[in-house]
């Protein structure tokens, strides 16, 4: 009896509490309040502080994204202070730089900052946060360590330059003393000391860059017996060569520059680079008429130098505020296109005395491009145009019904280069006619038929663009 009792009390317990259930709805769990770092920024004299957050709804690894601008923050937390022996003091007012500067310094010490602590975590349903501090004294001591394994690193570099400088190694050597600067990078802002045994004199980083600098400058380009010269309208360029030379003795090994001209009538390639026997080709695209000389500016290409090495890329870009790379000044002449005309008129074997071919030629190449000259030794091309008139088949039948003579004209055109004696372009006019009472009269008025301007006309056009490509 008393067991029924018990059952029937704990029902009625259960039925109560499952209707209040119902009646309230679901428990829904109580967002955690935000601590106090959310909204106010802690502050410590000891430590360095860096806070950070994503948002849940713009990507799903809101968790790194947290972290990643945590570690942004702390870094922004340690300021640079500018050393004034320090590199960067001489350009500190230039605002491009600095903020340039900065950003490097911020996103590199965001890759290798070490023995940052984690002190708290915070997330609702929108944003993910992160807390982070930094020992101030722990990360001095460490940084201090790392700037002096630097600056050996960088003591290495400098030593196995000269050892590539004395085996004539230009190319080398520079690129390691540009890798030397590239690995000081971080230290930009604080003074850098060498120790001279081990640099080969260089005390600091101010003599780094006045030795690279100094190096650069030993590039110079070396005479040349000859005047290059190019020419208006080609379809393909003989590259223009030059010798470099390092200090005007030694020629500069595969040495990589880059190629401009202030000419608008004049394309280069703008990529070029040395020799193992310090030969650089500029290679021209397109040249209009000009009949001047030309300069080309050969840049020394450092960053073409560096490739794809991390070492010497990172620090090209701020070097370049602190070394000049003095273009190096070579010339070339554009002249027109030199053009011989050797024409023989004839009528029925006949020299005619005339000049009704050759003078046609001459007002079809007139103009800025080409130049004619009477002399074939000079010339670039020769045109060679035999004209002679025959009685033609039709002759007889036409003198049989009507006494009229009829002869044609026939005419070879050859175009020749100078300097092989190839035939590049040959073609014959044997469509052109004339009419007379005699055979030798209608071979004049075939020199003088309105088609001969026609079809030398159309001829001309195919042989010209042998020499010229518009």
């Known amino acids: ?102 950003s490097l310094i911020k996103m590199t010490n965001s890759e290798n900052i070490e023995g940052y602590q984690q002190v708290d975590t915070y997330e609702n349903d929108k944003q993910y946060w992160v807390y982070y501090v930094l020992d101030k004294a722990e990360y001095a001591k460490q940084k201090e360590q790392k700037k002096q394994q630097t600056i050996t690193k960088a003591s290495n570099l400098i030593a196995s330059a000269y050892t590539d400088e004395q085996n004539q190694d230009f190319s080398s050597s520079l690129k390691k003393r540009i890798q030397a600067f590239g690995v000081l990078t971080p230290y930009l802002n604080e003074e850098i000391n060498f120790d001279p045994a081990q640099t080969k004199g260089l005390k600091n980083i101010f003599d780094l860059t006045s030795l690279i600098q100094q190096q650069l400058q030993s590039i110079t380009v070396a005479a040349k017996n000859t005047n290059s010269e190019l020419k208006p309208y080609q379809k393909t360029y003989e590259p223009l060569i030059y010798t470099l030379l390092v200090k005007g003795k030694t020629p500069l090994q595969n040495f990589p520059f880059v190629v401009n001209s202030e000419e608008d009538k004049l394309k280069v390639i703008e990529k070029t680079s040395s020799n193992n026997s ?23 290409d450092i ?35 030199s053009l011989y005309i050797n024409c023989k008129e004839k009528n029925f074997g006949k020299l005619t005395g005339t000049t009704i ?56 055109l050859n ?38 301007n026609f079809r030398m006309g159309e001829a001309l056009f195919f042989l010209k663009r042998k020499m010229l490509v518009y």
């Open 415 to 452: 175009l020749k280069t100078t300097v092989s004696g190839a035939v590049i372009y040959n073609t014959q006019i044997a469509d052109v006619y004339g009419y007379a009472n005699g055979a030798e009269k209608a071979g004049i008025n075939a020199y003088a038929s309105n088609k001969l």
């Open 303 to 337: 960053s073409g130098l560096m490739g794809s090495d991390s070492l010497g890329r990172a620090g090209v870009n701020v070097l370049k505020q602190f070394i000049q790379t003095a273009a190096l000044k070579v010339q070339a002449r554009v002249r027109p296109v």
């Open 357 to 412: 071919v050759a003078n046609f030629i001459q007002q079809r190449f007139s103009g800025q491009e080409v130049t004619i000259t009477d002399k074939p030794e000079t010339a670039d091309y020769i045109i060679e145009a035999n004209a002679d008139t025959r009685e033609d088949v039709s002759s007889d039948v036409l003198e049989t019904n009507y006494g009229l003579k009829m002869a044609a004209l026939v005419i070879d």
């Open 1 to 102: 009896m008393k067991k029924l009792i018990f059952i029937f009390i704990l029902s009625t317990v259960f039925s109560c509490r499952s209707k209040k259930e119902v009646e309230k709805g679901p428990v829904v769990a109580e967002t955690k309040p935000a601590p106090s770092w959310v909204s106010s920024r802690p502050n410590s004299g000891f430590k360095y502080v860096g806070i950070g957050f994503a948002d849940k709804s713009k990507t799903s690894s809101y968790a790194i994204e947290a972290k990643k601008n945590a570690l942004y923050d702390l870094t922004s937390e340690i300021k640079v202070d500018i050393s004034s022996n320090s590199v960067i003091y001489t350009v500190q007012n230039n605002k491009t730089f600095n903020e340039n500067y900065n």
């Open 278 to 300: 310090g030969e650089v080709q500029v290679k021209v695209n397109s040249i209009e008429p000009m009949n001047q000389m030309v300069t080309f500016d050969l840049n020394p």
